[in-house]
Structure formats: structure tokens, C-alpha cells
């Protein structure tokens, strides 16, 4: 360890190509103990804990690196990115039924008009909004059983926090 950084030392003073080479050679070779060390050390992890699923997804978690997300920061209100939006999608819109009809003129293709090739559905296999109360959510949210739920939420309390908070209260409002 440091071996690399004496030679790197000489390097800056002497400036020599055949002290840089010495240098390069030391550093990867510490570089290649490392990363062995490191491989040696997850299996030996592994080992003891191949019984203990919970103990094996922390060492694996510990293995991978985690991606930085970049944080998009936006300097104009909301109600104008909301507007750039809608008259970028819906100029896609209307570029793209364009050159659809310009493509079926060209090559002599009757398009047929959508809305009155629509399926109509009968009225029991419609979709019909119905309004619940918080607590039949609650019901249905307290019967879950604890040890299915996915990721960290196991109590049922906290879920049903977190269900209350997201999806009711805001309807209330």
C-alpha cells in the first residue's frame, strides 16, 4: 500500500517515464489485491450466512452500488410547464394524424372514421365509479394479512396510515 504512493513521490520528483511506469505498475497491482480481497471477503459472507435470506440480500445490497438520481430542478412555475406540455403533446397529435392521412392518400388507402367503427359494450360490463367510505378501506386494509405485504411496510397500522393519508384524505378535501 505504500509502495505506490513512494513511487508515485518519485515520480513527481524525478519526472522520469521509467519511475511513472514503476508507479502504474505498483498502483494496479495494489488495485487487483483489492478488488481480490474484496470478491474473497462477500464469499466468506456468503458462506456463514447461506441459511439467513434476510442476512444475504444486506451483504448482496452492500455488493451493488446505488445509482445517484440527478434531481430535475425547474425554474418556472407549474401552470407554464403544464402548459408546454400540453401544446407539445398535442402538436404530436396533430403532426401525427396528418401525416397518417397524408400517408393513406398517397397510397390510395380509405380510412375509416373511429368513432363510428366503436364497439359499444353492454351496460353490466361497463365500468361504473363507486363510492367507498374510509372505512371499508380501513376493513379491507386491516384484513391483509401482515406477513404479505411487499418491501418494508409489514403493520398493517402503518399501511393503513399511509392509505388514509395518500388516497383519502385528499378526496375529502
Not at 49 to 56: A, F, Q, T, V, W
Not at 84 to 104: E, H, M, P, R
Not at 133 to 161: D, E
Request: glycine letters at 2%; charged letters at 25%; hydrophobic letters at 35%.
Amino acid at each position: 500500500m505504500k509502495s505506490p504512493d513512494k513511487l508515485h513521490q518519485r515520480f513527481l520528483k524525478t519526472r522520469c517515464k521509467r519511475d511513472w511506469e514503476m508507479y502504474k505498475q505498483s498502483r494496479n497491482s495494489v488495485k487487483v489485491m483489492l478488488k481480490e480481497a474484496a470478491i474473497n471477503h462477500l464469499s466468506d459472507e456468503v458462506k456463514v450466512h447461506k441459511n439467513n435470506p434476510g442476512s444475504l440480500w444486506k451483504i448482496i445490497n452492500k455488493a451493488i452500488p446505488v445509482k445517484e438520481k440527478e434531481k430535475h430542478i425547474y425554474t418556472k412555475d407549474l401552470k407554464s410547464i403544464v402548459e408546454d406540455f400540453n401544446n407539445y403533446f398535442t402538436s404530436v397529435g396533430k403532426i401525427t394524424a396528418v401525416t397518417a392521412l397524408d400517408l393513406a392518400n398517397k397510397n390510395n388507402i380509405a380510412l375509416s372514421d373511429p368513432i363510428l367503427n366503436s364497439e359499444i359494450y353492454p351496460t353490466d360490463q361497463q365500468f361504473k365509479f363507486k363510492p367507498v367510505t374510509c372505512s371499508v378501506i380501513r376493513r379491507i386494509v386491516m384484513a391483509m394479512h401482515r406477513n404479505k405485504s411487499p418491501g418494508r411496510i409489514r403493520s398493517t397500522r402503518v399501511l393503513s396510515k399511509i392509505v388514509y393519508q395518500s388516497f383519502w384524505a385528499p378526496l375529502q378535501t
